[in-house]
């Protein structure tokens, strides 16, 4: 790891002038990154040039993202007190990049009732959570209204706890065995107390790179159907994409290009999420259908290129720590990004898979790796308000889960 956190300082801006970086450019990319400067949109094309940049290109790239960054959202870099709560590991869908699913045989094999759910809502408020992130396993022995019964159970516990929960895939499933539209699900959930979706299961938004990774799994146009009919009944989402594995960048920039549209039609993403694709214990790597992805420059310039694409669409850029690992989550921050994501508590799927940063960064943490990149930590809502001081006897996060900026559904 300390090999690529070298290669990921190599490229870092050096704190001078972003025309300085851009003067030792290549003409072709000064040129499209200067178009990015100048608030005019990138192109798919531009997209697959930006993430081939190698040492001054790069150098520049990561220098107008950290620019572009500085301009649209200032020096504050946000993170969310939550929990994560993978209820059950029990899963069919048997996707093959996936190394926390269980058969309901194996011994290791759970699938939480509701009172030990509660109980670790319970434990996270106390902590001074105000997020619970929910997402598990497609177990095909739940209940038809499982989803729904979990919620209500945790609202009326915990009336203020914000629920970031279940997935395209957990939707779709949930919609099947109801026999209900994704409107009416979405629109039961929402009723019952989901505050916003996971964006996740978009893994890359390719049907033929989906069916390497996981032929069970929601097809692009059903993951499509399933989020913007979220924002349509007023839930926001997050966006996703999980990289370094069987796609290619024509693949990537395709995705990015339907996430952007989409958030022109219906303004519901909070946030977006570039995920490292961690390989280790999963069937795809010990089948030799993937190579390690290189780590570090690659991971800034798939970074920083998606703070450039998404520039006057989507606002938020989180890092995430679990995959990259704190110290180049750290150095993230200088390559567009200005979201930590979570504290987390407890995080079972990147570990499984191999991801060693563990399953728990204290807010302690967050606001020190922050602050050693010289900005300003702040706590933040899910959905990007600010939060007052939380107690967890009253489970009051004092927060108005006021609209972020930029984003017309307040995700
Ligand atoms: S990624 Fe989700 S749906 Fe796929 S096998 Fe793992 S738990 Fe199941």
């Known amino acids: 790891m300390s090999r690529s956190i070298d290669e990921a300082r190599a490229v870092l801006p050096d704190g001078g002038p972003v025309e300085r970086a851009l003067g030792a450019a290549s003409p072709e990319i000064r040129a499209i990154l200067e178009r990015s400067l100048e608030r005019r949109d990138l192109e798919e094309e531009d997209v697959r040039t930006l993430l081939r940049t190698e040492d001054d290109d790069l150098r520049a790239l990561i220098a107008t993202a950290d620019r572009v960054r500085a301009e649209d959202i200032g020096d504050v870099v946000t993170y969310v007190v939550n929990r994560n709560i993978n209820f059950t590991n029990i899963c069919f869908v048997n996707c093959q990049f996936c190394a926390f699913k269980r058969q309901r045989w194996e011994a290791d094999a759970y699938d939480h009732g509701i009172d030990a759910i509660l109980a670790k809502v319970d434990e996270a408020v106390a902590r001074g959570a105000t997020e619970i992130c929910m997402q598990g396993g497609i177990n095909p022995q739940m209940t038809a209204f499982h989803y729904r019964d979990v919620l209500v159970a945790i609202k009326t516990a915990f009336p203020k706890i914000h629920m970031h929960a279940f997935s395209?895939?957990?939707?779709?499933?949930?919609?099947?065995?109801?026999?209900?539209?994704?409107?009416?699900y979405l629109t039961m959930l929402r009723d019952a107390g989901l505050g916003s979706v996971p964006g996740t299961a978009a893994e890359i938004l390719d049907d033929e790179v989906r069916e390497v990774l996981s032929h069970k799994k929601v097809d692009v146009a059903t993951w499509i159907d399933i989020i913007s009919t979220a924002h349509r009944v007023g839930i926001p989402?997050?966006?996703?994409?999980?990289y370094g594995h069987v796609e290619n960048l024509g693949h990537v920039s395709a995705h990015l290009a339907l996430l952007r549209q989409m958030q022109r039609e219906t303004g519901g993403f909070t946030e977006f999420v570039p995920l490292r694709f961690i390989y280790e214990n999963t069937i795809?790597?010990?089948?030799?259908?993937?190579?390690?992805?290189?780590?570090?420059?690659?991971?800034?310039?798939m970074y920083a290129t998606c703070r450039l694409f998404f520039r006057g669409s989507i606002d938020n850029l989180q890092t995430s720590w679990v995959k990259l690992g704190h110290e180049l989550s750290a150095l993230s921050l200088a390559a567009g990004v200005n979201d930590f994501g979570g504290t987390l508590m407890e995080e079972s799927i990147s570990r499984e898979a191999g991801a060693d940063a563990g399953e728990y960064t204290s807010p302690e943490e967050i606001e020190a790796l922050i602050r050693s990149m010289g900005r300003v930590p702040r706590r933040r809502s899910t959905?990007?308000?600010?939060?007052?001081?939380?107690?967890?006897?009253?489970n009051a996060h004092s927060a108005a889960e006021s609209l972020p900026a930029g984003n017309a559904l307040g995700a």
């Open 168 to 184: 395209p895939m957990e939707i779709l499933y949930g919609s099947r065995r109801t026999n209900m539209s994704f409107f009416d």
């Open 383 to 394: 959905l990007y308000g600010e939060v007052g001081a939380s107690t967890a006897a009253g």
């Open 284 to 301: 795809l790597y010990q089948r030799g259908l993937v190579r390690p992805f290189p780590q570090g420059a690659s991971d800034l310039r």
């Open 237 to 242: 989402t997050t966006s996703t994409i999980m």
